[in-house]
């Protein structure tokens, strides 16, 4: 962010879009939505991204809770919820 030619409130922008997109958000859409290049775009959701993940964290492993609810297909395509 130091010595950048993006204005800082496209940074904060930025920031507000990666953080509350919850399947993410591609670097086309980000481009998209902040006017920007797409290397420019790419650059500053990489940092973001860079920036959001925890160092030392926990691989994802061990025991994991489910619920009861499940959504199946059939051959059809229709779901249906066991029980």
Request: charged share 20%.
């Amino acid at each position: 962010m130091q010595d950048t030619r993006t204005p800082l409130a496209t940074w904060f922008w930025g920031a507000y879009l990666a953080a509350t997109s919850t399947p993410g958000i591609s670097t086309v859409q980000f481009q998209r939505q902040l006017g920007l290049r797409r290397e420019t775009a790419f650059q500053i959701l990489h940092k973001l991204r860079a920036g959001m993940v925890r160092p030392n964290r926990d691989p994802i492993g061990g025991n994991l809770a489910r619920d009861r609810f499940c959504r199946c297909s059939n051959e059809r395509g229709g779901f249906f919820f066991p029980s």
